[in-house]
């Protein structure tokens, strides 16, 4: 991050360390959206030198993907508790997956 930006980005292709593509996923292409128009928001304020430009559609981009992380966690843990009650009144085990993709999520 620079005195200049407020966005701190991290090059995991530099170095000599491979680039791996994950998955396709909608969540991935919803962020990767998301992502290009916050960057065309940032260049487009830089190149006015008007640091307010879109700063309500930034900040809403940012708030829906925060939510949307929130409403995932959320389904997350319920879909884990339905999978441990099913397994208590079954007694065996049930494969877990909510078929997203991300963090700590199985696809």
Known sequence: MTAKNQLCTLDLSAGGVPCIEPPVCPTRKRLA????????????RNHRQDPLFEKSAEERIIWRELLELELQLVDDQIGRSVNVLKEERDGGSTV????????????
């Open 33 to 44: 959206r998301a992502f290009a128009r916050l960057q065309r928001i940032r260049m487009v």
């Open 96 to 107: 877990s997956g909510s078929g997203r993709c991300g963090p700590g999520v199985s696809s």
